[in-house]
């Protein structure tokens, strides 16, 4: 199986605003893809924004390397029950399920980016959950949804206007989920995703309706394997 690389130089700045992207059917009917970074076949370490349409599903299986996903629109389901608007869930490697969306979905997600060791279940439905200030950047409000000695995961709300610096010491990735900032001359709105090497920074300022951001900080592609089926 051929090996698909996209965005794959882990020591360069990426930057994909994926509301523009035509989406890609993937193997299933009705399911379709707006691809961020790729690497490997049909089962690789990917980044992507997947779209169901009503009623479709994909066939059961097991992921080897983990799933992590966000569902941005509609009701995403399967084996656990619905998962609607604002659900953060982590499936570790060798877990199982069988997808499906009745009314339809979109969701974020991430595969064969997990400790080949890691077996902890995560499931946070956002809406019900307060943020938090950040004491060290005023105006901020934070969801801490995951952390581990690799990485932590979270979703933050930056105000109107704020500006600051993005660090990323062990590299840094996010998604814009509503409003937006710019950086520089370039605008980052809904669905915009940027990922930072580690050691870069990048100073933005977020926009007149403020900005939802879901965010990583620890990216480190190093010590992840590729898929064997790759």
Not at 5 to 21: E, Q
Not at 62 to 78: A, I, K, R
Not at 164 to 185: H, I, K, P, Q, T
Request: hydrophobic share 40%; glycine share 10%.
């Amino acid at each position: 199986m051929s090996v698909q690389r996209l965005n794959a130089d882990f020591s360069r700045r990426a930057v994909v605003h994926a509301a523009g992207l035509p989406w890609v059917p993937s193997p299933t009917a009705g399911v379709e893809r707006r691809m961020l970074d790729r690497v490997g076949g049909e089962v690789a370490r990917a980044t992507s924004i997947v779209r169901y349409a009503p009623g479709s599903a994909f066939p059961a299986h097991t992921h080897g390397g983990g799933e992590e996903y966000l569902v941005l629109e509609g009701v995403f389901q399967d084996e656990e029950g619905d998962h609607p608007v604002g659900t953060y869930v982590r499936n570790p490697p060798m877990s199982r399920h069988a997808p499906r969306s009745q009314p339809g979905c979109t969701i974020f997600v991430k595969l064969w980016q997990f400790d080949p060791d890691d077996r902890q279940a995560v499931r946070w439905v956002t809406a019900g959950l307060t943020p938090h200030d950040d004491p060290s950047r005023p105006g901020v409000k934070v969801i801490e949804l995951h952390e581990d000695d690799h990485e932590r995961v979270r979703i933050e709300h930056w105000p109107a206007g704020l500006v600051m610096d993005l660090r990323s010491d062990n590299g840094l990735e996010l998604l814009v989920l509503e409003g937006g900032f710019v950086a520089g001359s370039e605008a980052f709105l809904p669905w915009s995703w940027l990922r930072l090497p580690a050691g870069d920074r990048l100073q933005v300022q977020a926009g007149a309706d403020g900005a939802r951001i879901w965010l990583k900080a620890g990216v480190q592609p190093a010590s992840l394997r590729l898929p064997l089926q790759a």
